[in-house]
């Protein structure tokens, strides 16, 4: 097999090592030396810096404060969703995904817009001026991140849930339990593995967040991680030994917070599924308990999506702002702008799709080989190979983003690309390559061993069996993992702020800028935009998906 040999191991770890270990090694490079001479002068200046701790505070206490709004939105929604009436409508799962999906930046936008003074909110309820005050404050970013970053966390709880087989509970009753002690004592302590795991990748997931910190947390004054290495990066003076040393500091914190995730997940994981296949139970609720899951759901609906889209929308079709909402107010004029040819938010918007594009076709490409030569991951080389490609859900995007602008500046290289549109694929490249492989990876794990001996058997070439048989084979989640490739790429703000070359932008820089310079009407139109193909796609992703479940059965 052309995909089991020690040139094939020595090619990918090599395209690994460039894309995801060498940006790392550049950040510990120039960290620790200085002159060619080994100098820790730069660590001690950082620890000695106040600011350091403040900001080191401000993000624990956020992913802490983020952890707990996820968990009062996501596990009563995980309850609703498999133990009431509510279980049998499918179509919930795919709307509670659009906050997620949604850029964080566009959805902070979105409620700054509503909540602002004279904002939507202070139109349509002029008495609600207090609310302002409110939730310009911590509390309003952790709501909006919360908001976001719930159905997460949702999905794992609800999925945990649907494998707990109904016979644990019936053999509780059976021996004389009551339903809240058969809670208590058997559900709960079969969820904890689950939940533990989920809060810590929502706690990685805070402290990497950029685009709310630097939208939301800018107006309140409250300074993370990743907005002060931004600072370092982006203000005069440009100080590079200073962000370098606070994205390895951020880079230790995560992988500490790693380790803990896959300890637990070693040790305390329970087998909840036997052979038998559980029986689906028709639930019928009381009518308050109906009521009550219904009106949880529309809240959560209400200011995760329609909120922030109807701010969106509505700032994306407003001729003046000041006007407010009346009739004679509302036009197409800002997306007659953006598609005007030659106009910047038409350039920006294309310089995503062609971004995203190239992105989604060479990670598919190069996930595709990667997901081929792991397969089940048994062997050692597997084993690393695995681990070293997803590194980039495992760090942070912006400690990668300064690991590359260090390693592509580097004075020994012969060549360069930064400055140039080839940096900003190979940014997306080295940030989303973990979906392509794991999406083919998912597709692989389908796949029975005898396909692989009968292709063998009936004396089908390496290469014939790789084209004719597992690629088609392999082609829906191979399809899945551009999609999501794509869908992320066009949505990337941080790497875009940081890698651009001059007088070139995306839509999410073209967003964000607009937005700071106060033209916002036609930054929420390519904002609408783009989101509309986001969800379009994400509409199709779960079709696939769900094809897929349909084929496999």
């Given at each position: 097999?052309?995909?089991e040999?020690?040139?094939?191991?020595?090619l990918?770890?090599?395209?690994?090592?460039?894309?995801?270990?060498?940006p790392l090694?550049?950040?510990?490079?120039y960290t620790?030396?200085?002159?060619?001479?080994?100098?820790?002068?730069q660590?001690?200046?950082?620890?000695?810096?106040d600011?350091?701790?403040?900001t080191l505070?401000?993000?624990?206490?956020?992913?802490?404060?983020?952890?707990l709004?996820?968990?009062?939105?996501?596990?009563?929604m995980?309850?609703?969703?498999?133990?009431?009436?509510?279980?049998?409508?499918?179509?919930?799962?795919?709307?509670?995904?659009?906050?997620?999906?949604?850029?964080?930046?566009?959805?902070?936008?979105g409620?700054?817009?509503?909540?602002?003074n004279?904002?939507?909110?202070?139109?349509?309820?002029?008495?609600?001026?207090?609310?302002s005050?409110i939730?310009?404050s911590?509390?309003?970013?952790?709501?909006?991140?919360?908001?976001?970053?719930?159905?997460?966390l949702?999905?794992?709880?609800k999925?945990?849930?649907?494998r707990?087989?109904?016979?644990?509970?019936?053999?509780a009753?059976i021996?004389?339990?009551?339903?809240?002690?058969?809670?208590?004592?058997?559900?709960?302590?079969l969820?904890?593995?689950?939940?533990?795991?989920?809060i810590?990748?929502?706690f990685?997931?805070?402290?990497?967040e950029?685009?709310?910190p630097?939208?939301?947390?800018?107006?309140?004054?409250?300074?993370?991680?990743t907005?002060?290495?931004?600072s370092y990066?982006?203000?005069?003076?440009?100080?590079?030994?200073?962000?370098?040393?606070?994205?390895?500091?951020l880079?230790?914190?995560?992988l500490?917070?790693?380790?803990?995730q896959?300890?637990i997940g070693?040790?305390?994981?329970?087998?909840?599924?036997?052979?038998?296949t559980?029986?689906?139970?028709d639930?019928?609720?009381k009518?308050?308990?109906?009521?009550?899951?219904?009106l949880?759901?529309g809240?959560v609906?209400?200011?995760?999506?329609?909120?922030?889209y109807?701010s969106?929308i509505?700032?994306?079709?407003?001729k003046v702002r000041?006007?407010?909402?009346?009739?004679?107010?509302?036009?197409l004029?800002?997306?007659?702008?953006?598609?005007?040819s030659?106009?910047a938010?038409l350039?920006?918007?294309?310089?995503s799709?062609?971004f995203s594009i190239?992105t989604?076709?060479?990670?598919?490409?190069i996930?595709l080989?990667?997901?081929?030569?792991?397969?089940?991951?048994?062997?050692?080389?597997?084993?690393?190979l695995?681990f070293?490609?997803l590194m980039?859900?495992?760090?942070?995007?912006?400690?990668?983003?300064?690991?590359?602008i260090?390693?592509?500046?580097a004075?020994?290289?012969p060549?360069?690309?930064?400055?140039?549109k080839?940096m900003?694929v190979?940014?997306?490249?080295?940030?989303?390559?973990p979906?392509?492989?794991?999406?083919t990876k998912s597709?692989?794990s389908?796949?029975?061993?005898?396909?692989?001996?009968?292709?063998?058997?009936?004396?089908?070439?390496?290469?014939?069996?790789?084209?004719?048989?597992f690629?088609?084979?392999?082609m829906?989640?191979?399809l899945?993992?551009?999609?999501m490739t794509?869908?992320i790429?066009m949505?990337e703000?941080?790497?875009?702020l940081?890698i651009l070359p001059?007088?070139?932008?995306?839509?999410?820089?073209?967003?964000?800028?607009?937005?700071e310079?106060?033209?916002?009407?036609?930054?929420?139109?390519v904002?609408?935009?783009?989101?509309g193909?986001?969800?379009?796609?994400?509409?199709?992703?779960?079709w696939l998906?769900?094809?897929?479940?349909?084929a496999s059965?």
């Open positions: 097999m052309i995909m040999g020690r040139r094939t191991f020595g990918l770890l090599t395209i690994v090592a460039t894309f995801a270990i060498a090694i550049a950040i510990v490079y620790f030396v200085n002159d060619g001479h080994l100098d820790v002068s660590i001690n200046r950082m620890f000695a810096n600011r350091l701790w403040h505070g401000n993000s624990l206490l956020l992913g802490l404060l983020v952890i709004g996820t968990t009062i939105l996501a596990l009563p995980a309850l609703i969703r498999t133990r009431t009436s509510l279980h049998k409508f499918d179509w919930l799962d795919i709307i509670l995904t659009i906050p997620f999906m949604t850029p964080p930046y566009i959805g902070s936008m409620w700054i817009l509503f909540m602002q004279n904002g939507f909110l202070q139109q349509l309820m002029p008495s609600a001026t207090w609310l005050n939730f310009f911590l509390f309003g970013m952790v709501m909006i991140m919360s908001l976001h970053l719930f159905p997460f949702y999905l794992m709880l999925n945990t849930l649907l707990i087989n109904g016979s644990f509970l019936d053999a009753l021996f004389g339990r009551s339903s809240w002690r058969n809670w208590t004592k058997v559900v709960l302590p969820m904890v593995s689950s939940y533990v795991l989920g810590l990748l929502i990685i997931k805070t402290l990497a950029f685009g709310t630097a939208t939301f947390g800018s107006r309140i004054g409250f300074q993370v991680f907005t002060e290495i931004h990066l982006s203000r005069w003076p440009v100080d590079i030994s200073m962000a370098t040393s606070l994205s390895l500091f880079l230790s914190v995560c500490v917070i790693w380790y803990f896959n300890l070693r040790k305390y994981t329970y087998s909840v599924l036997s052979g038998k559980p029986a689906v139970r639930m019928k609720d009518w308050y308990i109906k009521l009550a899951s219904w949880f759901v809240m609906l209400l200011f995760s999506i329609a909120i922030p109807f969106i509505v700032t994306s079709l407003q000041g006007n407010g909402l009346s009739a004679d107010n509302f036009s004029a800002s997306y007659q702008a953006v598609f005007t030659g106009s938010g350039s920006a918007f294309l310089n799709v062609v190239l989604a076709v060479i990670t598919a490409i996930g080989f990667i997901a081929l030569y792991i397969k089940k991951g048994e062997g050692k080389k597997q084993q690393v695995d070293f490609s980039p859900n495992i760090i942070p995007g912006i400690v990668f983003v300064v690991g590359l260090m390693f592509w500046n004075p020994w290289l060549a360069t690309i930064y400055n140039t080839a900003v190979v940014t997306y490249c080295v940030l989303f390559l979906y392509s492989v794991q999406y597709s692989l389908q796949l029975d061993q005898s396909i692989f001996q009968s292709a063998a058997i009936f004396g089908r070439s390496s290469w014939d069996m790789y084209r004719s048989i690629i088609p084979l392999l829906q989640g191979i899945a993992g551009m999609m794509f869908i790429s949505r703000l941080v790497a875009g940081l001059p007088s070139v932008e995306t839509g999410a820089t073209f967003i964000y800028s607009q937005f310079q106060g033209n916002v009407g036609v930054g929420m139109a904002a609408v935009i783009t989101v193909m986001t969800v379009m796609f994400m509409f199709v992703l779960a998906q769900k094809r897929g479940g349909h059965a």
